[in-house]
């Protein structure tokens, strides 16, 4: 069943990722950049995120669970940023992020789609 729905998904992922731009922008431009080399905000500067070790933008000081998590070599991925989004304190207990305002599946998968695709 889930191979079926791979076609859908990749003529989906388009619109998920223009849908998940008017997203970041209203939920989270406000602490953070998505595109590589612009200066960390309040938040760290999220372009090219997929791939990435967690808490790895040179630029920012990050709280230190999210420092723990990359000592163990935890990277973002699409549905570990969901899950993150879902409840960053549940992942990450004490990081110093406040929770988010998507409270919908398909907006975190759009914001997740939308980051996937910003150039490292």
Known sequence: MRLALLPVLLVAAPALAA???A???TH??????A???APAGAGP???GLMGRAVASDPDYDYSPVLRAARDAGEV???ATLERFLRDPEAMFPGIWMGGTSLRGDTDRAAIAAYLAG???
């Open 19 to 21: 849908d998940g731009a």
């Open 23 to 25: 997203l970041f922008e």
């Open 28 to 33: 989270c431009a406000s602490c953070h950049a």
């Open 35 to 37: 595109v590589s080399g």
């Open 45 to 47: 500067n999220l372009g």
């Open 76 to 78: 973002w991925d699409p």
């Open 118 to 120: 910003q150039a490292p």
